[in-house]
């Protein structure tokens, strides 16, 4: 990565600009053309430097609840349990821990029933009972930002 890859990487941390042109407008920040900001991008997503690019919204702020979710899902079911977890719109994060609880998720919906409704269907759909419902009780906005010029 050059300085101009750092730089980018600093800016799209903040914020894409909610404009007509947002690389366009990118790119005049940086000095150069909005093709070689697109460029750079897909070139910084393909090497895994950047994860994920999109929107970010207060889902509490949009009506949405949320809740952690564990499951106990058998080593040779991981595959097939995930596909029916990642199937729900309202599933944001599923991933792997070493517990005897070893799914975790995200559930967001419109209401407790609603979550109470996924769960139960997911339940129905893998045949697994040992799932846990951990909805938080205080709300944690852990905004993270690298300066990835100084690293």
């Known amino acids: 990565m050059d300085l101009i890859d750092r730089e980018l990487l600093n800016r799209v941390q903040e914020g894409i600009p909610v404009t007509e042109q947002p690389y366009a407008e990118l790119a005049a920040g ?9 460029a750079r991008l897909r070139s910084l997503m393909e090497a895994g430097v950047i ?3 999109g929107g ?3 889902s509490r702020r949009l009506g949405y609840k949320g809740t952690l979710c564990a499951m106990q899902v ?5 595959e097939d349990v995930a596909a029916v977890v990642n199937r729900y719109p309202g599933i944001t994060h ?9 799914m975790w998720f995200t559930v967001l919906s419109r209401s407790q ?15 697994i009972e040992n799932l846990l419902n ?3 009780r205080r709300f944690f906005k852990v905004r993270v930002k690298f300066d990835v010029k100084k690293v």
């Open 134 to 136: 951990l909805p938080s």
């Open 94 to 102: 599923n991933y792997l821990r070493r517990h005897a609880y070893n």
């Open 74 to 78: 058998p080593q040779d079911r991981i």
């Open 113 to 127: 029933e609603m979550t109470e409704g996924i769960l139960a269907e997911i339940k129905k759909d893998t045949g």
């Open 30 to 38: 940086l000095g150069i053309c909005e093709d070689d900001v697109m």
């Open 56 to 58: 970010v919204f207060d």
């Open 51 to 53: 994860r994920r690019m």
